[in-house]
């Protein structure tokens, strides 16, 4: 399971994500025909044009997301 951890400075924000699907979906605009991916891609897509941010997207060890750790 992916989790997103968001740390936001002004308007640029940097999105840590523990899938290699979700971070190629994000970052290399690859396409995937799972819909709850497509879902979760499109919430984060407009999140980010609704707030007019700056993104940079990082792959991180799953064992380093502070979301899973909050998780359980």
Do not use: C
Not at 17 to 41: A, V
Not at 55 to 72: H, R, Y
């Amino acid at each position: 399971m992916e989790h997103l951890t968001y740390k936001k400075k002004e308007d640029f924000i940097k999105i840590e994500l523990d899938e290699k699907i979700m971070y190629e979906q994000l970052k290399m605009k690859i396409i995937t025909q799972d819909e709850f991916i497509k879902n979760r891609i499109g919430f984060i897509q407009s999140f980010i044009k609704q707030r007019k941010l700056k993104v940079g997207f990082k792959i991180i060890n799953s064992k380093n997301n502070l979301a899973e750790k909050l998780s359980k």
